[in-house]
């Protein structure tokens, strides 16, 4: 995984003169599943928007697949699905006029996978969009971001409406079918269990700023909370994740092997709670 396919460079945007993302820069290789995770306003929705190209930043650059975001070709764009956290749809449609509608636009959609992945979902086909349950709403925008086998995904809070057999099944439907090269995904959720089971990378913003990014699998083996004893013994400065209020500090102990056996590792639901608090 050595070429970036989502790219963003010190991406700023205001919004009524406060900074909804400030000084933004990330870079996603291909193949790789990111879970962006942040409290509500921290700027995730943002992002994923302007690296999909559908806001402008006041400053900085995204692109996806080498492409700037803000210029994306039709040929870039049948290679992305995108899933809003407000469903964007066509009410007065049936679910698979809808469908056949929007697949019918890329070169890569079959109505075989089509119908596959709504059976998967359990969605209902004969329905106006309009009678829809926000669930079913929201499996509808799953099935029109997958249908085409894109090869970067974007997705906002796509879960949060599912019941937990249908965000399996969701998470499934990412990964599942035999593909020449592997998806990049980045995908945010408040559901952080159902992020640890996918992820490669994990990717912490608050208050627009990115926090810390890295490996999940690095974070586990890696991260540490030391204790208040040990915390205030030597700890090299650049091992230092993040300061708690309680005194106590996250170190990454590749930085720091001394400390590798002291302290415990963190789940990513502990990892929020601990860089939020």
Not at 71 to 90: C, K, M, N, S
Not at 111 to 119: H, K, M, N, Y
Not at 137 to 149: E, F, G, P, T, Y
Not at 197 to 206: D, E, L, S
Request: overall charge negative.
């Amino acid at each position: 995984m050595n070429d970036f396919t989502i790219r963003a460079s010190q991406l700023t945007l205001r919004r009524n003169g406060a900074k909804v993302l400030d000084n933004v820069t990330l870079d996603i290789p291909a193949g790789a599943v990111v879970g962006l995770v942040g409290r509500n306003g921290a700027g995730k929705s943002t992002l994923l928007r302007c690296l999909a190209g559908l806001a402008a930043p006041d400053s900085g650059n995204a692109s996806l697949l080498g492409c700037p975001s803000l210029q994306l070709t039709d040929t870039v764009r049948e290679r992305i699905g995108y899933v809003a956290q407000t469903p964007d749809l066509f009410e007065w449609m049936t679910v698979e006029k809808h469908l056949f509608t929007i697949g019918r636009a890329y070169p890569r959609w079959t109505e075989e996978r089509c119908l596959a992945l709504a059976a998967r979902l359990n969605l209902p086909l004969n329905v106006r969009v309009t009678a829809l349950s926000g669930g079913d709403q929201q499996k509808l925008s799953v099935v029109l971001a997958l249908a085409h086998d894109p090869d970067v995904l974007l997705f906002d809070e796509p879960v949060a409406s599912l019941d937990p057999m249908t965000r399996r099944e969701f998470m499934r439907a990412i990964f599942s079918g035999e593909r020449a090269t592997e998806r990049t995904v980045i995908i945010s959720s408040h559901i952080l269990s159902d992020l640890e089971r996918v992820v490669t990378h994990v990717a912490f913003i608050r208050d627009g700023q990115l926090q810390l990014v890295d490996d999940w699998d690095a974070m586990l083996e890696c991260y540490r909370l030391i204790p208040q004893a040990v915390a205030n013994g030597p700890v090299p400065p650049d091992a230092v994740v993040h300061y708690t209020r309680s005194g106590q500090r996250l170190i990454d102990t590749r930085r720091a092997p001394a400390l590798a056996q002291t302290g415990r590792s963190l789940s990513l639901d502990e990892l929020f709670v601990e860089l939020n608090s």
